[in-house]
């Protein structure tokens, strides 16, 4: 029985046809800040390990610099600590619109 399975199979993966559009050849690649940064917003006692914009310009261009980009990397993904409880994201609330400038 297990072989008549397989045949069929095959022979039907062989009528499947998938759109030839270049979508999803690589799955979403990038960089995400909360691997090693956590939620850490403290920039002004901990500037080379804090979450603010240096940090992500940095990576941006080390993405582009070491050749990431060329291989599929487009991504650098920011992440806000929604899941951070509330009063720690509240007290931290002035530091990290000063460690975003708007401008």
């Known amino acids: 029985m297990l072989p008549v399975v397989t045949v069929l199979c095959l ?47 940095t990576m941006a261009d080390h993405i582009v610099k070491d050749g990431y980009k060329d291989v599929g990397y487009e991504y650098v993904s920011i992440d806000d600590c929604w899941l951070a409880r509330r009063g720690i994201l509240m007290a931290d609330f002035r530091q990290t619109l000063r460690d975003f400038p708007v401008e």
């Open 11 to 57: 022979l039907t993966m062989s009528l499947v046809q998938a759109l030839d559009n270049g979508l999803a050849r690589t799955p979403p690649m990038g960089w995400l800040s909360w691997e090693r940064f956590r939620c850490n917003t403290n920039c002004k006692d901990d500037p080379e390990n804090c979450i603010g914009e240096k940090l992500f310009m």
